[in-house]
């Protein structure tokens, strides 16, 4: 596996070449085409795209051992699949949590950011405190482990606090 990952990222670095090369440069890869991205069994899914993942999609994932969806991108798990992924146990990561580490990371300085080439330790900390704040507000709300509700929950409180704050409301 190493030995892959390493010509993988000769293939994207060095040659600048989709990763679908890989299968011609490597003698065991195999390339196959499934009918369904989601019936590919993996442990954590990343749907991109809003809408992207409906409860069949969740359901599939689910039985080819899935464990856990992170939203990466807005909305891509529609309501359908967030009933169908609580009803089987799969953990899901809402894109307000997820993509809420971006959007605070982006209003770091520029010159700290490429100063800092490596940020991975201010991305886990900003991580921790989206992910407690997260898991705080669904408690305190009675949705005890519902990350879903709260990051809405969490996300509406910090609007409100603000808008409170100079008062609108």
């Known amino acids: 596996p190493e030995a892959g990952l390493e010509q993988i990222s000769t293939i994207k670095a060095e040659r600048g070449a989709r990763i679908g090369r890989y299968i011609v440069a490597s003698t065991t890869a195999r390339y196959n085409d499934p009918a369904s991205i989601w019936a ?7 749907p991109t795209n809003s809408g992207e993942l ?9 039985l080819h051992g899935c464990t856990t969806i992170v939203d990466a991108g807005y909305a891509p798990t529609t309501p359908g699949a967030l009933s169908s992924l609580k009803k089987l146990g799969v953990t899901h ?10 959007n605070a990371l982006a209003y770091t ?7 800092k080439a490596d940020i991975t330790d201010e991305i ?34 910090r609007v409100a606090n603000v808008m409170a704050s100079h008062g609108s409301v």
């Open 54 to 62: 409906d409860e069949h999609a969740a359901e599939a994932l689910a």
């Open 124 to 157: 886990d900390r900003e991580g921790r405190r989206i992910f407690e704040e997260v898991q705080r507000s669904a408690a305190e709300y009675n949705v005890r482990g519902d990350l879903g509700a709260g990051a809405a929950i969490a996300s509406f409180l």
């Open 40 to 46: 590919v069994p993996c442990d954590l899914a990343f």
């Open 93 to 102: 990561c809402p894109f307000r949590a997820t993509l809420a580490i971006g």
């Open 109 to 115: 300085s520029k010159e700290e950011q490429i100063i």
